[in-house]
């Protein structure tokens, strides 16, 4: 078994209209794909996103697993690449997100790391991340 990337990413939303307004706000492209629930509300919307068009899925948090935590961030923290972070971080907090990590350099070797939590409780994280400007660099070359 080995691991080859990120498929997907699945975060949770009460409001799943209002999330999706949100990450179509921050991304500056809308949903490809959405779904209704039974009750005909948006119960799932999914994003493309960054280089290698990775799915980003908003759920209706009443179809979490059980024991999922319905309360405050949980869970794993995922960082996206982004090219200016202080300006991203800058972005999050102007449109609601609050912060969970402030930005910190981790070591000499450029790494940086922030996180918020989205207004719909989802940790996001953002980071200055030069190994994958490295493997992005190298596979334009090939």
């Not at 939303?13 to 779904?35: C, H, I, K, N, S």
Request: net charge negative; with cysteine; hydrophobic share 45%.
């Amino acid at each position: 078994m080995s691991l080859r990337g990120f498929a997907t990413l699945n975060i949770w939303a009460d409001d799943v209209e209002a999330a999706t307004a949100w990450y179509a706000d921050l991304l500056g492209v809308e949903a490809y794909f959405t779904r209704p629930g039974p009750d005909g509300c948006l119960a799932y919307a999914e994003f493309r996103v960054g280089d290698y068009q990775a799915e980003l899925g908003i759920i209706d948090r009443r179809y979490a697993p059980a024991g999922a935590s319905a309360t405050g961030p949980g869970g794993v923290v995922m960082h996206w690449h982004v090219d200016d972070l202080d300006a991203t971080v800058e972005r999050l907090l102007a449109l609601g997100a609050t912060e969970y990590q402030p930005i910190t350099p981790h070591g000499d070797g450029g790494f940086v790391t922030a996180s918020v939590v989205d207004p719909f409780g989802n940790v996001l994280g953002v980071m200055r991340n030069p190994h994958y400007l490295d493997i992005l660099a190298s596979l334009k070359a090939t």
